[in-house]
């Protein structure tokens, strides 16, 4: 990445094809300018990423005014992190249990886990994690289930591909509908210019009618 940070902060930078692959597929290296599809795993759990990613949802429910899909996606993106930090402290203890090095335990506290490193009562270390873990599970389950219900009172069940799909169809549309005169690019347009369009088009439909 070198000196410059090119990690995306807000809808006026980030392709409207980048936010939805980071929302869809909960995979925060779409924010990063560099990313086409391959490498930069370091970015996979990058906090400045996952703040970025907030904030731009943020700002593209409040341009577009239609943040119940938004709501969906966010809460199952914040699953997804969750879970991949129970499979991160699961994979800890596995590996402690393999090689029984006392100091592999001290790495819980990467994931937010709280364990005294002074403490040299193994086993209450290992039965504290093992506690949190359980909590943290249970926080899994019930994000579950609050997230079956969310769902099921909107009509956001669309797999991701179909998404990505009526992206294209969309961009085709504003071409037409707003006789633009050149080629709306997914993988450019910002996502702040893509809501404007929408806007527009609405205005234009609501212009027509009347």
């Given amino acids: ?4 940070d090119t990690r995306r902060p807000s ?8 936010f939805y692959k980071a929302i869809l597929y909960s995979d925060l290296r779409h924010l990063v300018k560099e990313f086409d599809g391959n490498g930069f795993d370091e970015y996979k759990d990058d906090v400045v990423l996952k ?18 899909t938004l709501k969906v996606k966010k809460k199952q993106f914040s699953l997804l992190q969750l879970e991949f930090k129970y499979d991160g402290i699961k994979t800890i203890l596995n590996m402690y ?21 002074n403490d040299t009562d193994v086993i209450e270390k290992v039965k504290n994690i093992k506690l949190q873990l359980k909590r943290l599970k249970n926080k899994i389950n019930i994000s579950k289930l609050n997230l079956e ?5 909107t009509d956001s ?4 591909e179909d998404i990505m799909m009526m992206l294209d169809k969309e961009a085709l549309f ?12 997914k993988k450019v347009i910002t996502l702040e210019r893509w809501i404007r369009m929408r ?10 009618e009347n």
């Avoid at 703040?51 to 943040?67: V, W």
């Avoid at 819980?108 to 709280?114: L, S």
């Avoid at 806007?199 to 027509?208: I, P, R, V, W």
């Fill in 199 to 208: 806007q527009m088009a609405s205005e234009k439909k609501k212009a027509l």
């Fill in 51 to 68: 703040e970025n990613l907030n904030n731009i949802i943020k700002e593209s429910a409040y341009l577009s005014n239609d943040t119940k």
């Fill in 11 to 18: 809808v006026l930078y980030i392709p409207v094809y980048d």
């Fill in 157 to 160: 069940d669309n797999k991701a």
């Fill in 97 to 117: 249990n393999i090689v029984n090095d006392v100091k592999l335990l001290e790495l819980v506290i990467d994931f937010g886990f709280k364990v005294n490193i």
């Fill in 1 to 4: 990445m070198g000196n410059r």
């Fill in 174 to 185: 504003f071409e037409r509908y707003l006789e633009l005169g050149y080629m709306v690019d």
């Fill in 149 to 153: 219900k969310i769902i099921k009172k």
